[in-house]
């Protein structure tokens, strides 16, 4: 589902499609990069359009920094343009989230999928300076992940409306299962919504 502008044009059509949520394959304990190679190779010849590594499915708040970074660049590295790949970068803490998306960025990332932060349970102003600060400071295509099932707390439509504000913000993967707060969004913004 997207949303469209007046001009018939959604913002982060680039990501429009099916993006994978991509697991981190593991073996004895570290990661397993050869399996994680054939991983992207596979969804090339699948079809898939894009890749979200070290998201929640790919485990990214079991990783280390250096487990994270290395999974960034060898996906990033491995899709060589033939698919889009939008690693998570998010984190609790605004500081790690805006090194992660820069390092992101700077690996050739198409994109940053942005959780919230988690556990403290921010409030709604607290989410847009977050999402606010590294919108400001990268300049990468955003995906703000919207998951409260894991993160605790709700981030409302109205401050994705404000989130929106920002040309780097393109798109919310809007996990909430609510299809009414989804509508809402929609008809508030021009983002890209992605379900998951």
């Not at 090339?44 to 920094?65: C, F, K, M, R, Y």
């Not at 349970?121 to 295509?141: L, M």
Request: glycine share 10%; hydrophobic share 40%; with cysteine.
């Amino acid at each position: 589902m997207a949303a469209t502008s007046a001009s018939g044009r959604t913002r982060g059509e680039q990501f429009a499609g099916v993006t994978v949520a991509l697991v981190t394959p593991f073996r004895n304990g570290d990661i397993d990069f050869d399996e994680l190679r054939r991983l992207v190779d596979w969804h090339v010849e699948q079809g898939t359009h894009g890749l979200a590594p070290v998201g929640t499915t790919g485990e990214s708040p079991t990783l280390d920094h250096d487990e994270h970074e290395r999974v960034i660049e060898a996906v990033v590295e491995r899709a060589a343009g033939r698919l889009k790949v939008m690693p998570g970068t998010g984190s609790n803490s605004t500081k790690e989230a805006l090194r992660l998306t820069r390092f992101a960025k700077q690996a050739g990332a198409d994109g940053a999928l942005m959780v919230g932060p988690y556990y403290n349970k921010p409030t709604q102003e607290g989410y847009y300076r977050h999402f606010a600060t590294v919108a400001e400071a990268v300049d990468i295509p955003i995906c703000v992940y919207n998951i409260p099932g894991r993160t605790g707390s709700n981030i409302l439509p109205e401050t994705i409306a404000r989130m929106a504000e920002f040309p780097t913000i393109v798109a919310v993967k809007e996990a909430t299962g609510s299809l009414d707060q989804a509508s809402q969004v929609a008809a508030l913004t021009d983002l890209t919504i992605l379900s998951g």
